[in-house]
């Protein structure tokens, strides 16, 4: 018994010493302080990013991007184009859902259904409406169809979760969001709401393992008390910090800073609908009242970059040298005063925690400094999102926002925007819809980019909204946790790791 437990125990040491020493430093479990809760797990119903940081985790893709950008498999293995219109996908075959039944082409085929379907009402509909049919013409392959060329479709399909068919259908939308059930590489374990969701590792997962036993998302709405938690270590990572509170991490000893840029940006939303915005002049105004520069080296440390327009050099339909409104306090009081007595009328100012206060409260100053009289109305982030997808009446005369496709394509930022069509725009101008449409349907390149251009030149003549900073994101990390920020702000936990 005593030389077989010797030669036991020696055995155990010597697997140890064949580990690498990275594996012996595991962490069961890693905590995410995020701003809100999620408003939804269902990954077809909404898309903002404390709802994306979870759900992305729990299911998978039908292709993705790597780190680098590039867009690569995931569900899909290959694709090819059989026409101008269709392309068919081969799927995976050896992925299961975490009920462990299999996924096959017809949930990916219902996936794309469900998103597309106008009576569904998805806010993500405007991202994928191009397509108009698709199909599982074998257990392992999808066809779509689109209703013309479509040159963004891929850039799109990288947010195409697949739902599992049997467990929608079965228990139905709300009951789905409560319990959600993916194919990805951590399971739905619980929901606390208005504290934190917990997710599990799938041991089952067909790629990359989640190296934490668990994941927690906690709501933690204050900033300040993001950072303290990570100073204290009883968080691992904290999303969606300002470069004051980034500065107090500089010297502490548990935790460091993350930051990449994004290809989100920053913006006011006007509704030319409600007064004063009916008058082009005070669209104008407030263009010309807001100082961009001074917002990013005086508040945001110089992490952001400001933008002539709604998009950022990571995506195609950026043009370099289109001519915005730069700031001139001068021209905007001006132009106030044409306006006369409309612009009087109070203006709301519509924001959520999720976004820097800092900034929105600059604006606030800017343009009452143009004379304007702007309110900042604060509400919760669901609120926000119900308001700013709720049609022309419902949406605010002025609101701030930060605006992410996840696709770096200019489709999927101006088209929701701008678009007629898009539960999120308030805009309504026939020449802007039309070159946006021969953007989406162009399969040549220059074209496109030229129809783009017409755009923002339009944009920034009209001014139904105002780009302001292309977003840095700024991340406070404990600092044992290694991982690499990307500019989709994506939180894919399976691309971290830990090292003590």
Not at 40 to 48: C, F, K
Not at 146 to 173: C, F
Not at 250 to 266: G, N, Q
Not at 351 to 359: E, K
Request: glycine residues 6%.
């Amino acid at each position: 018994m005593l030389r077989r437990g010797r030669g036991l125990a020696a055995a155990l040491l010597g697997l140890c010493l064949t580990v690498a020493p990275g594996a012996l430093m595991a962490k069961d479990k890693l905590t995410v302080d995020l701003v809100n809760e999620p408003s939804s797990l269902d990954p077809q119903v909404q898309w903002n990013p404390d709802s994306y940081y979870v759900y992305r985790n729990i299911f998978d893709n039908l292709v993705t991007r790597d780190d680098k950008g590039e867009i690569v498999p995931q569900i899909a293995t290959a694709w090819k184009h059989t026409s101008d219109t269709e392309i068919e996908f081969t799927i995976r075959d050896d992925v299961t859902f975490h009920d462990g039944q299999k996924l096959t082409a017809e949930d990916v085929a219902f996936s794309v259904q469900r998103i597309t379907d106008p009576k569904f009402a998805s806010p993500q509909l405007g991202q994928f409406n191009k397509i108009v049919k698709a199909e599982a013409i074998s257990p392992t392959t999808v066809k779509l169809t689109t209703d013309g060329p479509y040159p963004a479709l891929l850039s799109q399909l990288v947010k195409l979760s697949i739902v599992p068919k049997h467990v929608v259908e079965a228990v139905g939308k709300d009951a789905f969001n409560l319990k959600p059930v993916g194919s990805g590489p951590y399971k739905f374990d619980s929901w606390q709401r208005g504290v934190q969701v917990t997710l599990s590792a799938n041991d089952r997962y067909w790629g990359p393992k989640g190296p934490f036993a668990t994941a927690v998302f906690r709501a933690v709405p204050d900033a300040a008390t993001r950072v303290a938690n990570l100073q204290a270590g009883t968080s691992d990572l904290a999303v969606t910090l300002d470069s004051d509170l980034a500065a107090q991490l500089k010297s502490s000893p548990k935790a460091k800073i993350l930051s990449v840029p994004t290809e989100r940006v920053a913006y006011l939303r006007l509704n030319p609908a409600k007064p004063p915005f009916d008058n082009v002049k005070i669209r104008q105004a407030v263009a010309y009242a807001i100082d961009k520069g001074a917002m990013v080296d005086g508040i945001l440390g110089g992490y952001d970059q400001p933008v002539p327009e709604m998009l950022t050099p990571a995506h195609v339909g950026w043009v370099a040298d289109i001519a915005a409104p730069s700031y001139d306090l001068k021209k905007a009081q001006a132009l106030v005063k044409e306006a006369g007595e409309g612009s009087k009328a109070e203006i709301e100012l519509a924001t959520s925690p999720v976004f820097d206060q800092r900034i929105v409260q600059a604006i606030q100053q800017m343009l009452t400094e143009a004379g304007l009289n702007v309110k900042i109305n604060m509400s919760d982030m669901a609120s926000y999102l119900k308001r700013a997808q709720g049609g022309i009446e419902a949406t605010p005369a002025l609101s701030f926002g930060r605006w992410s496709c996840s696709c770096q394509d200019a489709d999927g930022v101006l088209f929701p925007l701008l678009h007629k069509s898009s539960s999120w725009s308030v805009y309504r101008n026939p020449k802007a819809d039309e070159l946006l449409e021969k953007a989406r349907e162009s399969l040549d390149e220059k074209a496109r980019l030229a129809a783009y251009r017409s755009v923002h030149e339009i944009v920034a003549q009209d001014v139904p909204l105002v780009p302001l900073y292309q977003s840095a994101a700024i991340y406070g990390a404990a600092k044992g946790l290694q991982w690499q920020p990307s500019p989709s702000e994506s939180l894919f936990l399976n691309r971290m790791s830990w090292k003590d």
